[in-house]
């Protein structure tokens, strides 16, 4: 039952690769592996937070008041998480900037919320949250360590080849723009699920 | 009515215990904060020491010295450690003040609490316990009225008149030209802490406690 859910959430319906969500933080965030694996880690954190407190209150949130309340513990792990990070690892809470606070209103988590978390018992979501973050931090790892040794030729801070930049437009924003796109029509060509061949 | 209740009090209930748990997590996150606070405030000593260092081979000072307002460092500087005694006295809660042989002070930190400056002066010590550091270039004539033997000025920095003044050739350009002392001591900040230390100051040299010379 695992192999399959990881598969879903990490191929499947990857949250950045395939529905297309969380793309603004993760353009702006993936010019180095330690950035992407950092928030990789904390959104993966805030989803699987989100998802089994939700799954938990689920039975006892009337459906009319379902979305303020989402908002409210998404809001209240952020902030958690946030401080955290900005307490015990302030040099990463300074190379992310805002884009932690912004967990909060990236659509996976909210969109995991509603789907999962409201609509199916606490492990499926805690799974689910788990699996889903374990893919959005596998794409932010391809994209940004890709990225990161085109651009800086660096990987994790270390010198993986001498001379200069092989692409240095890599670490730039249109950079990671193309760099989305190849990765994306790779996905494409070689999974059938994605609309390839 | 009592439906519209329910939701209230449960989104209410959410609330509380999102704060709640917020605040629980503050609690455990300030101590760390105090720790990283303190961290980042040796690091910036720590690079400016190094700047100081570099400064004897590269004859160039180029530290951040953004809190330092006056520093001066010669193997002469003796009393750091008096700003512990001497500015809690004044009512300030901590402080670094360098005391050259003479009494004279030669560098002024105000920015600590007393804490802080306790936690500093490990750096401090390895610093000016240090080998001595001829820091300006030979031959260069100093007659400033301040200066006393053997203190040499290495950079200031004044809250909105000098930035910094940095490298060794700049310092003694500024004191040839007399001005920093001046300067300095026209800051009311500085003339009156300056008036209010020195006696405190002198009575530290001449004691010579607190040395950390070889």
């Known amino acids: 039952m695992i192999i399959p859910e990881i598969k879903r959430g990490v191929v499947r319906e990857n949250p950045l690769l395939a529905l297309g969500l969380g793309l603004c933080p993760a353009l702006a965030v993936s010019t180095s592996l330690q950035k992407g694996v950092g928030l990789g880690c904390a959104t993966m954190l805030v989803l699987v937070v989100c998802n089994g407190v939700l799954a938990v209150l689920k039975k006892t949130i009337s459906p009319q008041i379902r979305i303020p309340v989402a908002v409210m513990v998404i809001a209240a792990t952020v902030t958690v998480v946030d401080m955290l990070i900005k307490s015990f690892m302030p040099s990463l809470s300074d190379s992310l900037g805002i884009y932690v606070p912004l967990i909060a209103v990236n659509c996976i988590v909210l969109a995991r919320c509603e789907s999962v978390a409201f609509a199916q018992p606490v492990r499926k979501a805690l799974l689910d949250g788990i699996v889903c973050g374990l893919g959005y931090l596998g794409a932010l790892m391809v994209l940004s360590g890709a990225r990161e040794i085109l651009g800086s030729h660096t990987l994790w801070g270390l010198r993986v080849y001498p001379g200069a930049s092989l692409v240095p437009a890599a670490a730039l924003p249109f950079g990671g723009l193309m760099a989305l796109a190849i990765i994306l029509g790779l996905m494409r060509r070689l999974n059938p699920a994605h609309g390839g061949k | ?214």
């Not at chain 2, 901590?94 to 936690?119: F, P, Q, R, S």
């Open chain 2, 1 to 214: 009515m009592i439906d519209l209740l329910k939701k209230i009090v449960a989104l209410a209930g959410t609330g509380a215990l999102s704060a709640l748990i917020i605040f629980g997590v503050y609690g455990l996150c300030e101590k760390a904060n105090a720790a990283n606070a303190r961290l980042a405030q040796r690091q910036t000593l720590s690079r400016m020491f190094a700047g100081a260092r570099i400064s004897e081979q590269n004859d160039s000072l180029n530290y951040p010295g953004a809190s330092w307002k006056i520093f001066a460092a010669n193997k002469a500087v003796i009393g750091y450690a008096f700003a512990l005694e001497a500015l809690p006295a004044l009512g300030r809660p901590g402080g670094i003040v360098a005391v050259n042989t003479a009494g004279t002070i030669v560098g002024v930190h105000l920015e600590n609490t007393l804490d802080e400056t306790l936690a500093l002066t490990p750096e401090l010590h390895d610093f000016v316990a240090g080998p001595p550091r001829p820091i300006l270039p030979q031959g260069t004539q100093n007659t400033n009225r301040t200066r006393a033997p053997g203190a040499l000025l290495v950079g200031v920095s004044l809250v909105n008149r000098l930035e910094i003044v940095a490298g060794a050739p700049a310092a003694a350009q500024a004191l040839q030209e007399n001005k920093i002392y001046a300067d300095a001591y026209e800051a009311p900040l500085y003339r009156d802490l300056w008036e209010a230390l020195q006696p405190a100051a002198q009575a530290f040299a001449s004691r010579n406690y607190g040395s950390v010379l070889p």
